[in-house]
């Protein structure tokens, strides 16, 4: 009776497996046109730095050429890639965010939804050594065949990363506490 149970068991679970549709995953890669800036204000005058460096990893499902769905995506900020164009400045951020104890920004997606032309994701970002989780609002467009763009600003409270904002001559210069990063990021798949 065991025996005849088992062979049942598995005729019906190789039937599921050969009916059952398998999505297969593909990676997905940063683009190099992928661009982001970093703006924020001081006692002195608005700045902004550009992120030089943007590294990318993630799996996601294709269908008919457009992502459904993304499994994992990973994207890392290497601190030292943020670059003002003003030395100075540029150290003071680096030291604000201890760029040699943790040398990266990371964002790790937890989950995401397409939804008209807006891409509603939930991840964890860790600055400084410090993660919390984040909600993320942006549009999206699949621009051609295997390539989807997003864009978007992510507006974040320096403090709840408990970094306190940089200040400059002796802190008669002071920056304010939140930032605002804008975004376009180019994945191919």
Request: aromatic content about 8%; overall charge positive; glycine content about 6%.
């Amino acid at each position: 009776m065991k025996k005849k149970i088992f062979i049942f068991l598995f005729i019906l679970f190789s039937a599921l497996l050969t009916t059952a549709p398998i999505q297969a995953q593909v990676p997905l890669k940063l683009d190099a046109k992928s661009m982001m800036s970093i703006n924020g204000t001081s006692s002195l005058h608005d700045w902004e730095s550009d992120v030089t460096t943007l590294q990318l990893s993630g799996t996601g499902n294709p269908k008919n050429g457009k992502l459904t769905s993304i499994k994992f995506l990973s994207l890392t900020v290497p601190v030292k890639s943020i670059k003002s164009g003003k030395s100075l400045m540029d150290n003071k951020t680096y030291e604000a965010l201890k760029a040699d104890k943790y040398p990266d920004i990371k964002f790790e997606l937890v989950s995401s939804e397409f939804s008209g032309s807006k891409i509603k994701g939930n991840g964890k970002l860790t600055i400084a050594g410090k993660t919390n989780n984040i909600s993320v609002d942006a549009d999206y467009l699949f621009t051609s065949s295997s390539v989807l763009t997003v864009k978007g600003t992510q507006k974040i409270d320096m403090t709840n990363f408990e970094i306190a904002p940089p200040t400059a001559l002796m802190g008669s210069i002071t920056t304010g506490k939140e930032i605002t990063i804008l975004y376009t990021i180019i994945i191919n798949y």
